[in-house]
């Protein structure tokens, strides 16, 4: 599965945007996606994943704040981000794991880079 993230760009902090992931064919078997991202110095970290099956979790620093959803139909991802602040600025990968008998597999796709300024 290829994955495409799309959506980032540079808001003032109190603002909002909404990242894409599209898929290069139906998530419905990718048993999580979710949305990642690095800061300049920083590790990577989770910032939301959702299950098959609509269940959500979320970074503390995030709640309350952003918004994972998934459309199989669409085969595509989105977290939506409002209430932006500058230590939100990193760039955002999107990712899915599909877990089955004998393998586990992993998917990345390139980052979408937030910029969020004070």
């Known amino acids: 599965v290829q994955l495409q993230a799309s959506g980032g760009g540079l808001v003032q902090a109190g603002g909002s945007l909404r990242l894409s992931c599209a898929a290069s064919?139906?998530?419905?078997?990718?048993?999580?996606m979710g949305w990642y991202r690095q800061a300049p110095g920083k590790q990577r970290e989770l910032v939301a994943a959702?299950?098959?099956?609509?269940?959500?979790n979320y970074a503390d620093s995030v709640k309350g704040r952003f918004t994972i959803s998934r459309d199989n139909a669409k085969s595509t991802v989105y977290l939506q981000m409002n209430s932006l602040k500058p230590e939100d600025t990193a760039v955002y990968y999107c990712?899915?794991?599909?877990?089955?008998?004998?393998?586990?597999?992993?998917?990345w796709g390139p980052g979408t880079q937030v910029t969020v300024s004070s």
């Open positions: 990712s899915g794991r599909q877990v089955a008998i004998s393998a586990t597999n992993d998917y």
């Open positions: 959702i299950t098959s099956s609509g269940s959500t």
């Open positions: 064919r139906s998530i419905f078997s990718i048993n999580v």
